[in-house]
Structure formats: C-alpha cells, structure tokens
C-alpha cells in the first residue's frame, strides 16, 4: 500500500474548524483516501472517503488536491468528543480481495475547552 | 444495529500460555478482520476472511497465532504459546457493503507477563 504522511500532532479549540492535512505523493490511480480516527480506549472509527472529488456527511468533509498528492479532513466546528487519533489511510479498492488497512502513526488531536 | 462484538476484553496470562479471543461480527458482513494495536502504534492486520476462507495472513506469525472462521459467522483468534511482545490490544473489524468500511469492535487487551 501506498504511504501517507500526517502531523504526529495538532491542537484546536472547541467550536472552531480543524483541519487535518496527509500527504501521500505516491498515491495509484485506483487508491481511494480514507480517513479512520481512534478515540481513547476504542477500536477506530471510519469517518469519510473518497477518489477524486470533495466528499462531505455528517461528521466531517473531505477536500482531494488536484493532483491527489493531498488532502485534508475538515472538522467543521469540533467538539471535545473530536479528540482522538487521526488516520489517513489509502485502499486500493472499494471491496473484495485483500483489502485490509495499513495504519500509521496517524495525528493525535488535541481539543481546548 | 449491533456493533462487532469481543470477548473478553482484558486478559492477563503468563508467557508460555494459551489464549484465545472471540470476535461476533455485524450480522451480514462477509469480511471479517483481526488487528494487532501495540501501544503508541496504529493497528496491524494479521488476517483477513471473506466468509470462512482466508484472503490474507501474511503478516500473521503462523508459528504462534491461528484463525479461523467456522460458518462464515464467529472468529477466533488463538495465541499458542504466548510470548511478551504479543501484549497488545487484539481488535476484531467486519467489512460489509455497499463499501466494505470497516467496523471495529472494542478490542481485547492481552497482557503477556
């Protein structure tokens, strides 16, 4: 699986945007960008996907670069409850086959009161 | 709907033992997945079932650690003997359409003394 690249950390305040930023240069044409997050002392969460386009639903948007090289998960107005591990994962398909997630560190999220 | 279901969760044995976990996927899903999440890392996969045959374990340490998927339903995941550096937190995902996200259950954590 290709590699992505995100903050180890980043720090908002309550009721603002967050912006989490991942980087992945090496991204295939068939990779499809998902983003996952860990709360404290729980199994991760899928948030959102996507291949191309902008992708929004109810918990929170997803803007692709152009050239797919980066995107960023947009927390539109976080809460104390969005603390938790980020992460930016690609999958080479949508379903079937070894499709398994390949984590990294991801981006520990920080939310002041 | 009811999540992925995981027993026990939490389990301390001595190294040389025997252990096992049990994971209850969401009802319907064909994809079922076991995560090994050692402390300050994002999980790993060990392996990957598509009803009850095995699409991925190759990162499964075959020598110690077996699966298995009987009737497509139920998994379990065995650790034979058990050394020190299998204490982690063992997460049980299920995959299911129409994109196969996956759900995660609670995890067990295993301490190996």
């Known amino acids: 699986d290709a590699k992505t690249t995100q903050p180890n950390s980043m720090e908002s305040n309550e009721e603002e945007p967050v912006h989490l930023p991942c980087n992945h240069s090496?991204?295939?044409?068939?990779?499809?960008i998902h983003w996952y997050r860990q709360l404290p002392s729980q199994g991760p969460e899928y948030v959102i996907h996507?291949?191309?386009s902008n992708v929004n639903n109810r918990m929170a948007s997803l803007a692709i670069a152009e050239d797919r090289k980066s995107s960023t998960l947009i927390l539109h107005r976080a809460t104390l409850r969005d603390a938790a591990v980020y992460y930016c994962?690609?999958?080479?398909?949508?379903?079937?086959?070894?499709?398994?997630?390949?984590f990294g560190k991801g981006t520990h999220l920080i939310i002041q009161p | 709907e009811a999540g992925v279901a995981q027993s026990p969760r939490y389990k301390i044995i001595e190294k040389r033992q025997s252990v096992a976990f049990w994971c209850n996927p969401i009802?319907?899903?064909?994809?079922l997945y076991w995560y090994q999440q050692i402390l300050g890392q994002g999980p790993k996969l060990l392996i990957q079932?598509?009803?009850?045959?095995?699409?991925?374990d190759s990162q499964l340490p075959k020598d110690r650690f077996s699966a298995e998927r009987l009737k497509g339903v139920d998994s379990t995941l065995k650790i034979q003997p058990a050394k020190l550096e299998d204490s982690a937190v063992y997460l049980c995902?299920?995959?299911?359409?129409?994109?196969?996200?996956?759900?995660f259950g609670p995890g067990t954590r295993l301490t190996v003394l």
């Open positions: 995902a299920s995959g299911g359409p129409p994109y196969n996200e996956q759900f």
């Open positions: 090496t991204i295939s044409g068939t990779d499809y």
């Open positions: 996507g291949l191309t």
């Open positions: 994962i690609l999958r080479d398909s949508e379903g079937g086959g070894a499709d398994g997630l390949t």
């Open positions: 009802s319907g899903h064909a994809t």
């Open positions: 079932f598509q009803n009850n045959g095995v699409v991925d």
